[in-house]
């Protein structure tokens, strides 16, 4: 069997291969793929693979806006964080999806309900419009506030007065605008989907920057951007090449 993950957290995209050769080592991943656009180039220059792992959210987008420029015929299992309302839909639909966190024994669970398939390419095909429409129905509920242990106590920020999120190490923080930073426990790739897309932008594998805080911006030559951050996070902040574009037209919006 041969199989392509979409995932735009490497980690996460990591440990999920990680847990399928656990489980099978002798499964082919042929491939790793982090965005909407990416992936629309890798299916259309490759043959259909045995089967996707797919996650919901991309860096530049829903990943649904994929059927929307190639046509898949693969079986597909999600991997989402969506809550019961929207896993319902995907029940509906007869196509299997991973709650996040993924455990081993869940991946076990859907390999073997593909491998049960009598015909896995005769999967009848998943509407996507019709899930992309019930998920866009839902009212999004951003974080307005973090609970902070600070020493031997609690506090509470509000989400106005975070500058960025900064991920080094493997451990993430929130930095205030007035320079304090405190570790939190989610990652980025979970922060993404916590946070009000008009006001925060993923940069960077390490940064997740608000709107205000962006006191300059530097271009370079090949569209290279530079970031003056406020407060200073103490070393030089680009944002990647891949998201420039978006980046540009987040700016505009």
Not at 35 to 43: F, G, H, I, P, Q
Not at 86 to 91: D, E, P
Not at 170 to 182: N, P, Q, R, S
């Amino acid at each position: 069997m041969n199989i392509v993950i979409i995932e735009d957290e490497e980690l996460a995209a990591f440990r999920l291969e990680s847990m399928i050769l656990k489980l099978d080592p002798t499964i082919e991943v042929l491939a790793k793929l982090e965005s909407v656009e990416t992936s629309v180039a890798w299916l259309n220059n490759n043959d259909d693979p045995d089967l996707i792992f797919l996650d919901i959210h991309l860096e530049d987008g829903l990943s649904f806006s994929i059927f929307d420029q190639v046509q898949v015929k693969s079986p597909i299992i999600f991997t989402t964080a969506f809550d019961e309302y929207a896993i319902k839909a995907f029940r509906l639909n007869s196509i299997d999806y991973l709650l996040k966190p993924i455990t081993l024994d869940e991946l076990e669970r859907s390999l073997e309900k593909y491998r049960a398939l009598v015909n896995p390419t005769e999967v009848p095909p998943v509407d996507m419009q019709a899930l992309y429409q019930i998920i866009r129905k839902k009212e999004p509920e951003y974080r307005s506030r973090f609970s902070i242990v600070a020493g031997q106590k609690i506090k509470t920020i509000p989400i106005e007065e975070v500058a960025y999120f900064h991920a080094d190490e493997g451990i993430v923080c929130l930095v205030t605008e007035k320079k304090a930073k405190y570790p939190v426990d989610f990652s980025l790739d979970q922060l993404c989907e916590q946070l009000d897309p008009k006001v925060w932008f993923r940069i960077n594998r390490q940064f997740i920057v608000k709107l205000s805080a962006i006191e300059n911006i530097h271009v370079y030559p090949k569209s290279k951007l530079q970031l003056e951050l406020q407060p200073t996070p103490g070393s030089e902040v680009f944002v990647s090449l891949d998201k420039v574009t978006r980046f540009k037209e987040w700016l505009n919006a």
